[in-house]
């Protein structure tokens, strides 16, 4: 039998706060807000449905927190201007008595151009991200990355004014933060790049940051790509030194995978000429979860469908699990897991568009998002990504 926690049974993180149960709401892109960063009603009523459902926690989408750094149409927290639109989706994340948690974030490098001001996009480096037709970002100049900071600060503590219980920092998937930490995007000469320590001095900056902006009371997380695929990408002990060193300052690390299971190559002696799949393989659960020692919660995502996913994952030594695509395609996934309901849960989106947008309460705007995705996300009639 597999040794793992009860997954409907409390945990208390650092900060004081008690989430209900081990089962956490993913924060998903929605792409459907205004131009000027306010949630819409569209939006409001897909967290809402959710929000009512028996989740322990439900994070939300990014927020940007610099209008230079918006890589989607998304909710913004950069001033007091989005304050009364914040409190609309920390109510209704919060729901039935989840915690509800701001997750804040700067696109960098792969922000859109169309949505940044004249500054332009700007990055660690001046080096574009592997996308087709990637913007050659500027580098950004050595008294920028203090107002950055300053700004995820301001943003944080806007989220705790407008009723969030904890705020999550979007250090993954190839936004600012990442780029920082990666050896392919920092390429600077300065204190922010160089070796190890040098590439992890802005995502500690940033926590601190943060966590002084918010003081201890409120729930801090932190949202890590656990390794680089990419020759020349960091590793996961480079991650797990990174984690390591994150929970002096986070109740949580959330590792941010398309699949709890997939495996990283480690090459031990940094010879990037190696082929990759010829060095050892490790799963990230148990690195991180070893890096952090119990002072930090571990938080697991991707490809968690079903309980057995979820005891799998905790078993691995995650203390809690996030639920995106499943509660996509089925808002009630959590509610039916827990009565036992498991035949009634839908797998797989409509074929018919108005249908997916009508019956599952998703933004017409993200439905629109989630089809320009092929395979990502399960929908009838169509063949599924692995």
């Known amino acids: 039998m597999r040794d793992h926690p009860d997954p409907w049974a409390p945990l208390r993180l650092r900060s004081g706060a008690i989430l209900r149960n081990r089962f956490v709401l993913a924060p998903m892109t929605t792409n459907a807000s205004n131009p000027d960063g306010s949630v819409t009603d569209d939006e409001l009523s897909y967290l809402a449905r959710r929000g009512a459902t028996e989740f322990g926690a439900a994070i939300t989408s990014c927020a940007y927190i610099h209008e230079d750094g918006r890589a989607w149409q998304g909710i913004g927290a950069t001033g007091a201007e989005h304050l009364t639109s914040l409190t609309a989706v920390a109510r209704a994340m919060r729901g039935t008595g989840g915690l509800g948690i701001l997750q804040i974030y700067d696109g960098g490098r792969i922000a859109i151009p169309d949505l940044v001001g004249p ?42 004014a407008a009723g969030f219980d904890g705020i999550e920092i979007h250090g993954a998937n190839h936004y600012l933060i990442h780029q920082f930490f990666s050896p392919r995007a920092n390429r600077r000469t300065d204190r922010w790049g160089g070796g190890l320590d040098e590439r992890m001095r802005f995502p500690l900056a940033v926590a601190r940051t943060v966590r002084a902006a918010i003081g201890r009371e409120i729930t801090l997380g932190f949202r890590v790509t656990p390794f680089e695929s990419e020759p020349g990408g960091y590793t996961l002990d480079d991650a797990a030194h990174l984690a390591h060193r994150l929970a002096e300052d986070v109740d949580y690390v959330h ?28 799963n990230p659960i148990p690195a991180i979860a070893a890096a952090v020692g119990g002072r930090s919660a571990v938080v697991a995502s991707g490809g968690i469908r079903t309980l057995d996913d979820a005891e799998d994952a905790m078993a691995a030594g995650a203390d809690l699990v996030a639920v995106g695509r499943a509660a996509l395609i089925d808002p009630e996934w959590v509610d039916k897991v827990k009565s036992g309901a498991h035949h009634s849960i839908r797998t797989q989106l409509p074929a018919d568009h108005d249908e997916i947008a009508a019956a599952l309460t998703i933004p017409p705007r993200m439905v629109r998002y989630l089809l320009s995705r092929p395979g990502w996300i399960p929908r009838a009639g169509q063949d599924v990504r692995s």
Request: no cysteine; charged share 30%.
């Open 119 to 160: 500054a332009g996009i700007r990055g660690p480096s001046a080096v574009p991200s592997l996308r087709p037709d990637a913007t050659v970002p500027r580098e950004l100049a050595g008294d920028e990355i203090p107002e950055l900071l300053e700004a995820f600060g301001r943003a944080a503590a806007l989220g705790v």
């Open 255 to 282: 590792i941010s995978m398309d699949d709890f299971r997939r495996n990283s190559p480690q090459p031990e002696d940094r010879d990037w000429t190696k082929p990759r799949a010829a060095v050892e393989s490790r």
